[in-house]
């Protein structure tokens, strides 16, 4: 298949192109593009070395099979569209696309049925969301899911490169806050993007957003708290979930150890610091909640893997799957 993608050189661009590797997509073509500043760059692709190419309107008139964009949302606001009209599907990271009600907003475990014939922009969810969703749709299949709270413990590359720097240089003694708005090395921030009006931030409203979109729950009740946390990969949740009826612990243990990209943690759990490679959702500490229709766990995955690249490329091999194409 002929690919591209925009963002090359970033935390995710970098990891789609290690995972295109790892799930053996067939690639027969890759073309790599980002900003100004960093075309002419060589990046390895396997043993194949690949220059960076300035992201301009003529290469996204290409005609890929598919263009894996993660250059954030006014990129790909301007340049998804020209790739999606000459004809090349897009799967975006970026918060462009996630809210308009004609895109699909797609976790493939989950709602990956909406790429059966559908050709254009798909997006793929935050990274706090896919890990979570996981899980939650789970338990939606067997209780009914009615209300959702969640405490997020986001680590810096959530943020790009530019966050990783930032508390590498915090680590190394720099007093500059860089790219938050207070220090973050041994330090914790209850502030992921603006707030808005009724007090919750951007992170916490796109919690809410996509997760009642990918579940197919509009009435779904959802409260996040989300904080930035001085860890470089791998973010953590404390959920609490409320369901229709009564929600059995042991029933819910044995469909989780088994369900598709969940990792069950029994009578254990993991910390970002444990994740390795791992593309998984790890459920962790499952326990009762307060009353009978509730359960309380512990999540934990890779941001830029599960959240982001593992996601988009099973995205890819979904789409090509269902087109006929692999
Ligand atoms: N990091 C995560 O955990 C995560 C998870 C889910 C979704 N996302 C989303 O994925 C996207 C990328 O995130 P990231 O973490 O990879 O960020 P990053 O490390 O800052 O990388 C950003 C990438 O975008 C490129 N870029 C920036 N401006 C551009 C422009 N005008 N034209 C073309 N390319 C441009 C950069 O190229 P240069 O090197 O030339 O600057 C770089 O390749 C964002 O939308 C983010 O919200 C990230």
Redo the contacts with the bound molecule.
Sequence with gaps: MKLAV????????RMMMTCLEEFAVPVASLEL???A??AGETLYFGDTALTVRE?DAAGMRENFDYVLF????G?AREFAPIAAASGSVVID???GFRQDADIPLVVPEINGSLLQGYRGIVA?P??TTIQMVLPLAVLDRLFGLTKLVVSTYQSV??????GVATLQDQRAGGSGKGIYPDIIDLNVIPQIGAFADNGYSQEEEKIHFETRKILDLPDLEACATTVRVPVYYGHSESIYAEFASEADLALAARELKHAESIAFEENTYITPCDLGSSNDSHVCRLRRGPGQNSLCFWNVGH??RL??ATNAVRILLKHAQLAGRI
């Design positions: 925009v963002g090359a050189t970033g935390e995710v661009g593009f980002a900003s500043r960093s992201l993660s250059a954030g949302a990129v990271n970026s918060s793929n935050n990274c590359s959530g943020s790009g490169h530019k941001n830029v959240g982001a």
